[in-house]
């Protein structure tokens, strides 16, 4: 067997190599972090903070502004257009219809502001951003469907998804 020879050192003497003195100066003692349950638990309740507000966040967008009219027909203009697209009312009926808008105001394309128009009725309604205004007319005598649309925005009256269709009935 080969022995290995080992560098000896003397003992008494100074130390001067750099990596010497690295390995012999003290350690500074370790910072305690916080247990382990503490820092899961601080996690787990940021977690649900944040979860709780995404939650109203989405919650209060799908609601529509204002509070529903009784009476009113309920239409929501956004930019995926008109929900519902259809309304049936009896002619010669005085019509409320509540019109919400559901877009904001940062909107490129109309600032928010929305249209209810039937050019047939002499009907044009605007709303403004994340609001609901209740408007009133009077449906024609005469039984037949009349289009309704809004030209503020999203490509006009000639955009499929912002028209939609007033029938009459007798």
């Known amino acids: 067997m080969a022995r290995r020879s080992a560098t000896r050192r003397p003992a008494e003497g100074p130390i001067t190599s750099r990596s010497a003195r690295r390995r012999a ?12 349950w503490l820092r899961i638990g601080a996690f787990a309740g940021i977690a649900v903070v944040v979860g709780i507000v995404a939650v109203s966040l989405v919650i209060g967008r799908l609601q529509p502004p204002g509070t529903p009219v009784a009476g009113a027909l ?3 203009a956004s930019m995926e257009g008109f929900d519902p697209n259809q309304l ?16 904001t105001a940062m909107h ?15 009907v044009d309604f605007k709303v403004g951003p994340e609001s609901s205004q209740v408007f ?6 005469t ?8 030209n ?3 490509g006009g009256k000639e955009n499929p998804s912002m028209q939609g269709k007033l029938t009459v009935t007798a």
Do not use: N
């Open 25 to 36: 100066a003290p350690k500074p003692e370790p910072k305690r972090a916080l247990p382990r």
């Open 88 to 103: 049936t009312v009896k002619a010669g009926q005085e019509v409320k219809l509540q019109l919400a808008s559901m877009d």
């Open 74 to 76: 309920q239409v929501h």
């Open 108 to 122: 490129s394309d109309g600032g928010g502001w929305h249209e209810f128009a039937i050019d047939a009725l002499k």
């Open 136 to 141: 009133t007319f009077t449906a024609p005598s």
């Open 143 to 150: 039984p037949g469907d009349y289009q309704f649309y809004c």
């Open 152 to 154: 503020i925005c999203c």
